[in-house]
């Protein structure tokens, strides 16, 4: 299927309610309040009447109704607090699925080695900030680029899920095109389209405006896109290096619930934070109101307009409460208009702190994660098979997530070694490698000492299960050089007769 002709609504009309959820997720992950203020129409800067439309009916009713949607009072500064637990909440599923690296193996030594190296810091540093905007935005793309200008090997490259149009047959990735804006000028917008199939890709540069795609202009006409012209043929398609499928994996996040009966968007993913808006919105507000208490809660002193000193024409007047000595006020009589008045609030600690306690946890828990994980429960030191068991409901996420990474990250680091092979050479011989993801708690060394040193004491496990066990980490090679140097040591280091022939 070639590139669009051009004159065709963009982003596609299909697209948009998944676009629109993504730019909701988008909103609350990214933790500014003024983005958050103009999505849900609090910001009283230009627009229409928030309040008016409060009581509107349909979607935009439905927004302004929530408290971000309420407008700030004429005259008064904004004192809504924001709370970026969506940050938190997606930065801490990274790091369960990337807190350490995933080991890929392969079976060629050569195609290992060469493996070792395009696996290095950058990959996983990509793989965490590829993990962190897919539980944003209910998935993510990740494909191998190079360029022999910026690096002598390939690497791979995240691609946003609200920057893609993807094809799916049977529930897998068939072809995508990505598309970014390269050029604005005088209402004028320019579009680099890259469609992803089977062993091709092709590039496409297109002038329109922002509702429409426009007609299709030679890739020379930008500077973003001009590196592709002479690389393409006359279908403006160039080889990618890996023919035995796409070049690119989608991950989604979650099971889609929102668009399972909607045949073109089924197969997108689900955001960590679909279905918590309401929940975050409420937990902002009690921040607020708990932040409205403190300042209310300032001591103030009422004092008559007589007790003021004037500071000259046009500068008011104050009271200095710190005067010691007053001047005499001539009046008839003494009355409650000559009385200071002390205003102190009650700051309503406890109440605020149990009900967004209770918030947060009811966020976590509707995200699939549990408190312990996000430091909720105290900071007591835990063996490793307590903290599994505290953790149960985000181990068991990870896991659900892994289901989808696993393969995904196999054909990845497929493609990654074919397109390397293509471009720079080195006689490796592509393959799937298998993928192991490390185990994200990690046992105490007193804890698995003792295990051992017990299950040693009892006869109940050999010298190398014991090694493995207490040193995970380690390949074939090194436990059997630790084995035959413990029984060095010991000195059970004795031959075997029946391999001598000598009978003791």
Known sequence: MPLPTGDTPWPPPHLGPALDAMHTWDSWWSGDPDRLEQLYGGSTGGGPDPKRLQYAGGVVGRLARWWWGTPTAPGERRTKLHVPIAG???GGSADLLFSEPPKFTVDDDTTQKRLDVLADDGMLATLQTAAEIGSAL???YLRPVYDKEVADRAWPHAEHADRAIPEFTWGRLSAVTFWR???EEDGQVWRHLQRHERGVVLHGLYQGTKDNLGRPVPLEDSSATEQFAPLVNDLGAMATGYDKGLDVVYIPNQISRRWRCSPKLQEFGRSDLDGVEPLMDSLDETYSSWMRDIRLGK???????????SNGPGR????????EAFAGVNVLRSGEGFSLTVAQFAIRVQEHRDTAEDLVNQILRSAGYSGQTFGIGGDVAVTATEVTARERRSMTTRGKKILRWRPALAQLVEALLAVDQYAFGGGITPQRPTVEFEDSVQEDPLSLANTTD??????AASTDTLVRMA??????DQ???????????SGTAVPDPFQTGEMP
């Open 479 to 489: 436990v059997a050089a630790e084995v035959a140097l413990i029984r060095q040591e």
């Open 454 to 459: 017990v299950l040693r004491r009892a006869q």
């Open 471 to 476: 040193h995970p980490e380690w390949d074939d």
């Open 138 to 140: 209910g998935g993510i």
């Open 181 to 183: 804006v390269v050029r």
């Open 88 to 90: 938190d909440l997606c």
């Open 316 to 323: 008011g007047a104050s009271w200095n409460p710190d005067q």
């Open 299 to 309: 001591g103030r002193i009422v004092v008559p307009k007589t007790y003021l000193q």
